[in-house]
Antibody
Framework: QVQLVESGGGVVQPGGSLRLSCAASGFAFSYYAMHWVRQAPGKGLEWVAFIRNDGGNKYADSVKGRFTISRDNSKNTLYLQMNSLRAEDTAVYYC????????????WGQGTLVTVSS | EIVLTQSPGTLSLSPGERATLSCRASQSVSSSYLAWYQQKPGQAPRLLIYGASSRATGIPDRFSGSGSGTDFTLTISRLEPEDFAVYYCQQFGSSPEWTFGQGTKVEIK
């Protein structure tokens, strides 16, 4: 079955960096667009970034220029490099796979918590 | 950017009752690309409905979706104890863009 397992979260000071990973299994990872979606404590879902199977990408305005999404299809792994972190980036970060035909996020990881605090 | 507004913010109902959740878009959304998710505390969201009205794999038939254009509805015909959760609508647009509604909490009355 589809499994998405995020890792790399933790506590980081404002201005710091963190790299999240998402290990995928149970589906043809290289064929799927992948996304990062975050959820601040007690808040709703916010789309963060997207990467196509060919590497094309797009970012939310709130993270553009600070976050970089990438993927290694040989390792079935998705990444999110987060630089210049701010307090408002504190959230649980989920990776999710996306199906164009339905326009929906079919499967989600369990999430990894990023806390930006001094 | 298309904004999705969900109402009500909180729905207080008893098990066995019918729940009707609304998702209104600021511009017309393709029905093919409107989805609903359920999220329970401490868990990841789970896909319930895609294409406005198609149930995802394993979703009970008490969940149904409807609507078109700017107005979409998620209906839970008879609430089971495990259905008390937060529900989000989500759209996929051509830019491309992805947006979520702010969520509706269905709580036990």
């Amino acid at each position: 079955q589809v499994q998405l397992v995020e890792s790399g979260g933790g506590v980081v000071q404002p201005g710091g960096s963190l790299r999240l990973s998402c290990a995928a299994s149970g589906f043809a990872f290289s064929y799927y667009a992948m996304h990062w979606v975050r959820q601040a404590p007690g808040k709703g879902l916010e789309w963060v970034a997207f990467i196509r199977n060919d590497g094309g990408n797009k970012y939310a305005d709130s993270v553009k220029g600070r976050f970089t999404i990438s993927r290694d299809n040989s390792k079935n792994t998705l990444y999110l490099q987060m630089n210049s972190l701010r307090a408002e980036d504190t959230a649980v970060y989920y990776c999710a796979n996306f199906r164009y035909v339905s326009g929906s996020f079919d499967s989600w990881g369990q999430g990894t918590l990023v806390t930006v605090s001094s | 950017e298309i904004v999705l507004t969900q109402s009500p913010g909180t729905l207080s109902l008893s098990p066995g009752e019918r729940a009707t959740l609304s998702c209104r878009a600021s511009q017309s959304v393709s029905s093919s690309y409107l989805a609903w998710y359920q999220q329970k505390p401490g868990q990841a969201p789970r896909l319930l409905i895609y294409g406005a009205s198609s149930r995802a794999t394993g979703i009970p038939d008490r969940f149904s979706g409807s609507g078109s254009g700017t107005d979409f509805t998620l209906t839970i015909s008879r609430l089971e104890p495990e259905d008390f959760a937060v529900y989000y609508c989500q759209q996929f647009g051509s830019s491309p863009e992805w947006t979520f509604g702010q969520g509706t909490k269905v709580e036990i009355k």
